[in-house]
């Protein structure tokens, strides 16, 4: 039952487990919150593991057999909220394993404080108690993924004297920009699957905009919310904001009431990461991009590893053994070698293999340009002057969009890391939105998704010092209307991959204004909030206005795609058609 890492020394599965449940611990404004304990059957003394979230912590140590993300419910709650970790798996291994509700949730007093500082402080408070219990070593970390990761970061810049090290796993670490309101566009359908009592396990929340606003501004901001028409097209949100004072309603409204960066998410976001010092190993997924975007910040002993496409099963367990070496290295001081291996693992579609480095973006990476053209065909070749611009219409049940494809690879082409969409476009209101999706095609044709990106163009200000070449950086302080029929520069982030683009396989890319329904449980379904006002949204390409979309290319594409690939039967200006 032991896994053998070379000559590397690793914690051996010895122990029984006994459990503890419903333990208070009180935070420093008096709040109790409630936690189970489950540690060795041993009177030695061993590091802990601290997991938190709003989810329900009763079901995180059901012994249930994993399966595929949101394809069933355990007790009545939906499976996805079992994010705690692999409890068993490293209490018999010597770790003390500690589950809490946050405040306003289960058995946790005061009101719940959506991934606040207030909830980041009762995290660190847990960290610090369970430090002093007479079954702990002094050393403790921070375990599991998605809400259970989310704090790992904000903890760790508050700097517990007891915290060591941190693992958060497919998290995110900024609640607007990665969360909630990525590129300025609501997740509408996610806010309202996860924010609900079908997740969390709520008792009372606070209402943050009504504390800011009073009673009378709060209810004015609400019926302007209620005025607004994408808002007012979506029943949920409606019932949400028409109901106020129902338990989950509060922090939905919240997030509705606060559509541009100001305190509220300045409170839930990391300012900055060069201070984190806590040595962190990073699990991202590919819908959370923020650990990659803000990796060269980071100072601290890090690592990062890019899962693949496919969501983690739950309960939540693939990365036990590699999680094992990490919290043995840094909270029992084990030579596992882990520290010895490469900084960067980037799991690489289509070819089931990782893609190692030291840093990210990946060393020695050519940024190439690739042209979006007038026949619809995405390439190096330089946008001609008089190429003529694309339309699509946007508007309630008629949701159009563009694509544009690059011919057959010649060569095996790798692309790893960040992604850019410039694109310069017009439309006939004052607003639009961008939905962007990249896919692989094959030779006949069938597309696999690789990566998408968002822009609200109203929320286009760029942070010019914080922004780079192959990363956008928005303000999303203010919302800037759109003047009607002006063609504007717009940088969109697609979300950082890494895939092998095999020969005979195409880039396909598309600008739309609305999400694909997923095909399958590896990706999210966020539902982003979309227009209600009936618009065209023109695209440009000519060399006056060159879109481009700017791919990471870390292996082949030496030469160039070749076009023609030698076929006479191509009519349309020497470029391929898309199929």
């Not at 798996?89 to 719940?112: D, H, L, N, P, Q």
């Not at 904000?154 to 909630?180: G, T």
């Not at 800037?480 to 982030?493: A, C, E, K, R, S």
């Not at 396989?505 to 209600?532: C, F, G, R, W, Y």
């Amino acid at each position: 039952m032991d896994a053998i890492f070379g000559n590397k020394q690793i914690s051996k599965r010895e122990h029984e487990i006994v459990a503890n449940r419903d333990i208070f611990v009180p935070t420093r404004d008096g709040v109790k919150v409630c936690v189970d304990v489950f540690r060795p059957e041993s009177k030695g003394k061993f590091p802990a593991l601290v997991a938190m979230s709003a989810f329900n912590k009763d079901i995180q140590s059901d012994r249930i057999w994993p399966a595929a993300s949101r394809s069933r419910r355990i007790r009545g709650v939906a499976d996805a909220s079992v994010e705690a970790g692999p409890i068993d798996f490293f209490v018999r291994r010597g770790y003390v394993y500690i589950i809490g509700s946050v405040r306003g949730t289960g058995k946790s007093g005061g009101a719940y404080n959506h991934l606040g500082s207030k909830e980041a402080g009762d995290a660190y408070d847990v960290v610090e108690w369970a430090a002093k219990q007479p079954w702990c070593n002094g050393n403790v970390g921070m375990a599991g993924i998605g809400y259970f990761g989310t704090h790992h970061a904000q903890v760790a810049l508050m700097e517990p004297p007891h915290l060591k090290c941190i693992a958060p796993v497919s998290a995110f670490w900024d609640m607007y920009n990665f969360y909630w309101y990525p590129g300025g566009l609501l997740a509408n359908g996610f806010l309202r699957w996860l924010v609900s009592l079908a997740n969390f396990d709520l008792h009372h929340d606070e209402k943050v905009a009504l504390k800011e606003l009073g009673e009378k501004g709060y209810k004015e901001a609400i019926a302007r919310a209620l005025a607004d028409k994408d808002i007012s097209a979506e029943p949920q949100l409606v019932d949400a904001l028409k109901n106020p004072d129902v338990v989950t309603n509060g922090t939905v409204i919240d997030v509705l009431l606060h559509p541009t960066w100001c305190d509220y998410w300045e409170d839930r976001a990391i300012m900055d990461y060069s201070k984190i010092k806590i040595p962190s190993y990073i699990v991202a997924a590919a819908h959370r991009p923020g650990a990659f975007l803000h990796w060269q910040e980071m100072k601290m002993p890090k690592k990062l590893l890019n899962c693949p496409p496919a969501y983690t099963d739950r309960p939540f367990y693939q990365f036990s053994w590699e999680l094992l070496r990490w919290y043995d290295c840094w909270l029992k001081g084990l030579d596992t070698g882990i520290m010895d291996e490469p900084n960067v693992r980037l799991f690489v579609q289509g070819t089931g293999e990782w893609l190692n480095a030291d840093d990210f973006p990946v060393p020695g990476t050519k940024f190439i340009p690739f042209n979006l053209h007038e026949n619809h065909s995405l390439c190096e070749i330089e946008p001609w002057p008089e190429a003529e611009a694309f339309s699509y219409d946007d508007a309630p049940g008629n949701h159009g969009n563009i694509k544009y494809a690059s011919a057959p690879m010649v060569e095996n082409t790798e692309i790893a890391g960040p992604i850019v969409l410039n694109l310069y476009a017009s439309c006939r209101g004052t607003d639009m939105n961008f939905v962007i999706n990249m896919f692989d095609a094959d030779a006949e044709g069938k597309e696999t998704f690789l990566t998408q990106g968002y822009l609200k163009a109203s929320h286009r200000e760029l942070d010019i010092k914080k922004s780079k070449p192959y990363a956008a950086v928005y303000t999303h302080t203010k919302s800037q209307p759109l003047v009607p029929g002006q063609v504007y520069p717009l940088t969109i982030n697609l979300n950082p991959t890494a895939a092998l683009i095999k020969a005979g396989h195409s880039i396909v890319l598309k600008i739309a204004s609305t999400d694909d329904v997923p095909e399958d449980l590896t990706q999210v379904k966020m539902n982003h909030l979309s227009s209600q006002t009936p618009n065209t949204i023109t695209v440009y390409h000519n060399a006056q206005y060159p879109s481009h979309l700017l791919l990471p290319i870390t292996r082949g594409n030496i030469i160039g795609t070749y076009v023609s690939g030698g076929d006479i039967s191509l009519k349309t200006k020497g470029f391929m058609q898309l199929k």
